[in-house]
């Protein structure tokens, strides 16, 4: 459980959030443009990557107490607050990110050292490869495959196995230095395992894709021809075949849905916030609509908070996590387009981050399931008596 | 009986076979030269049809080689799926036209009568190409998930996608009756909140629908200029200008 008060973390970051609007659309216009955000200093991505005490000098520090951002309580606020100022650059930025919370759930010690460290290590960014060009949602049937390597061209021994398969839609995948790959070695549900692998690896082929939004992520495609695969990259040896693979890592989705509900809630409170910064009256309708989306909003913070706090209690159960997700990119989405309307006709040229935000809800729209499968989840978990005796106040 | 999705029928009760971007007769007709040609086609057809008109600072969305309204300012060029269109804002009256805000909080700049009725009736033809458009994208939707499956069963045949498919279907078929309705004994084309109406169904239903690409709709790509293309048109051209206030007193939030 977090010891931290969690307002106190979010004033502490206020400035950062400004910081990310400051260099918004530079990026938006020029992902390149990342760079010139981290040269600057103020995003502190290590101190807010999550990594386990012990792998960073100096942890991040609010009113003298350590925040280590490990847990899905942290993280939903981190991710709302830098959110307000670009969500894209939450998802983007260097660090363990995603990988990150599967290797916590799934590596063994020497796994957690070899990726930790590595990562630590000034601008190192991480993927994170489950989804196929023919499998996103239906991440079960993947294809991406471990096979035998056969015979070693060069000396005739055996190569061992390898990965061999296509992920697509896989952030900063073009930049990474590590990440995991999810690959199956058999048929059926457990068959899918999670490897740790580098991308400097011979046949690791990535490259950047041209997004519509979410820019600073970068997202891309990897062609994994022959990626040799050594026993210490597959993740979660030490563990039974139920809390290894895929079925483990539903875990490590559970605690990252709270996470991308969050940013969809920054992002709601940047549009809210801009409109009001750049008008200061309101027809009757104008004034009840806002506040009916300040309502929203204020309900949808508290659902992801709860959460995260569920998650954090018992990452397996995701009833909750889908309930935030759906929640967050309704309201996301309808105050996104509701808003430019209010600067008069053309604000989406006028004010091009007001365009910038609708254009990176969709991206949260896709990031770890789409609201249909978020709705499908959580009626599942209501139908199973989960959720219903949830207490947001 | 199977429900699977096989292959899209034409009904010949409704269809009024393919269309002819350069002989466009009517608004209706719009959506026909958008859902088969492309917004690109489309817009030309409707320049053809009515003066493109725009009320001032107000915005329109034009191809290339369309010439906007009089003393109009490029603001923007949008990537659609057909081709790059040019976003014109039509002059302010007075030095107060390089200030946005201005027209936010004040009133709509005065227009005269000829100019007001020319803006709605090309507002409702971007409304007949929007809905051939959404139209457009739903097709390709389902093209793209007939191709697809989770759990062994097609994509498109599942229960949720369907229902995104009906919603769709509705949405096209209440734009058409609501923008078909006769105009007799009425200076605009449609009233202001037909129009708005059939923006925010439009509005909806093509957003759900743009999500059924998943993350292919995302990368920069036909479908994804198309949503964008959809939605671009609507914030320029899919409300009337009813004045800030609407009649109401305007207070500080
Ligand atoms: C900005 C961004 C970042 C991303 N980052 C990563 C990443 O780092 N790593 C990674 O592996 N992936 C990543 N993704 C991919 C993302 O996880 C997938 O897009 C998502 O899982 C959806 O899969 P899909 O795109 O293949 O869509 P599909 O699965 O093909 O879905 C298409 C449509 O079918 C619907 N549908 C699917 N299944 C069902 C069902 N069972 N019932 C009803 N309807 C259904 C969906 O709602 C959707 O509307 C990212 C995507 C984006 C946009």
New binding site residues.
């Given amino acids: 459980m977090s010891t931290v008060d969690l307002d106190a973390l979010r004033d502490h970051l206020r400035p950062v959030g400004a910081a990310l609007r400051a260099h918004a659309l530079a990026i938006d216009a020029d992902p390149g443009a990342l760079h010139t955000l981290l040269d600057s200093g103020v995003l502190p991505y290590r101190e807010l990557g999550g990594f386990p005490p012990g792998y960073l000098d100096d942890p991040l520090r609010v009113r003298g107490v350590p925040v280590h951002v490990r847990t899905c309580v942290e993280r939903v606020v981190v991710a709302e607050t830098l959110a307000w100022g670009d969500a894209s650059v939450v ?1 983007g930025a260097p660090g363990p990110s ?1 990988s990150g919370v599967v290797v916590d759930d799934l590596a063994d010690d020497e796994q957690r050292d070899r990726f930790y460290e590595r990562v630590a290590q000034p601008r190192t960014w991480t ?5 196929e060009p023919d ?4 991440a079960a049937a993947l294809e991406t495959a471990v096979a035998d390597g056969g015979p070693d061209p060069a000396d005739g021994g055996a190569v061992g196995p390898v990965l061999r398969g296509h ?1 697509k ?3 900063n995948v073009a930049r990474a230095s590590l990440g995991v790959v999810f690959a199956r070695h058999r048929p059926g549900p457990l068959g899918v395992g999670v490897h740790l692998v580098d991308t400097d690896r011979p046949g690791f082929d990535a490259a950047p894709l041209s ?1 519509t939004g ?1 820019r600073a ?1 970068q ?1 891309g495609e990897v062609r994994l021809r022959d990626v040799p695969l050594l026993p210490h990259d597959t993740l979660g040896r030490h563990l039974s075949p139920s809390r290894r693979g895929l079925l483990g890592a539903v875990r490590t989705f559970n605690r990252l849905r709270p996470v991308v509900a969050s940013l969809a809630v920054g992002v709601t409170r940047a549009a809210l916030d801009y409109v009001r910064a750049e008008r200061s009256s309101f027809t009757a309708d104008e004034r009840w609509r806002l506040a009916t989306f300040e309502d929203r909003l204020h309900a949808a913070r508290a659902l992801v908070l709860q959460a995260a706090r569920a998650a954090d209690a018992d990452p397996a159960d995701g009833t909750l996590p889908a309930a935030a997700k759906a929640t967050a990119l309704d309201l996301a989405e309808e105050v996104t387009h509701a808003v430019p309307p209010l600067l008069g006709p053309g604000a989406r040229w006028e004010h091009p981050y007001l365009d910038k935000l609708v254009r990176d809800v969709p ?1 949260l729209e ?5 609201r ?2 978020q709705r ?1 989840t959580l009626a599942q978990g209501w139908l199973q008596g989960r959720a219903r005796h949830a207490e947001l106040v | 009986m199977s429900t699977d999705v096989l292959a899209a029928r034409t009904d010949p009760r409704t269809s009024r076979g393919p269309v002819d971007p350069d002989a466009v007769a009517s608004p209706a007709e719009l959506r026909d030269v958008a859902r088969e040609h492309g917004v690109v086609a489309a817009l030309t057809a409707l320049a053809a049809l009515h003066p493109v008109a725009a009320l001032p600072g107000e915005c329109v969305l034009l191809p290339d080689d369309v010439p906007p309204p009089a003393g109009a300012a490029r603001v923007g060029v949008v990537a659609s799926d057909d081709g790059a269109l040019v976003v014109w804002r039509a002059a302010r009256p007075g030095a107060a036209a390089a200030d946005g805000a201005s027209t936010v909080d004040g009133e709509p700049p005065a227009a005269d009568d000829a100019v007001r009725v020319a803006d709605a009736a090309w507002r409702v033809g971007v409304a007949w190409v929007r809905t051939g458009l959404c139209e457009r994208l739903t097709e390709q939707a389902v093209e793209r ?1 007939r191709g ?1 499956s ?2 062994g069963t097609t ?1 498109v045949n ?1 229960a ?2 369907r229902l995104v498919l009906a919603d769709a279907a509705l949405a096209h078929l209440e734009a058409q009756s609501l923008l078909g309705r006769p105009a007799a004994g009425r200076a605009a084309p449609v009233p202001a909140a037909t129009l708005a109406r059939v923006t925010a169904v439009l509005d909806r239903s093509s957003r759900a629908v743009h ?6 709709g ?1 990368v920069d790509g036909e479908a994804a200029r198309l949503a964008r293309t959809i939605d671009l048109l609507g914030h320029a051209s899919g409300t009337l200008p009813t004045g800030p206030a609407g009649g109401r007193e305007e207070q500080h939030a």
């Fill in positions: 998802v995603m993927f994170f490869g489950l989804t499998r996103g949602s239906d992920k839609y896989v952030g997004t979410m992520v997202l991206g896709m990031m770890e399931g789409t249909t499968v499908l | 998930l697809r989770v759990g994509t599942l949720p996608v999500n059924l690409f998943g993350a292919s995302y």
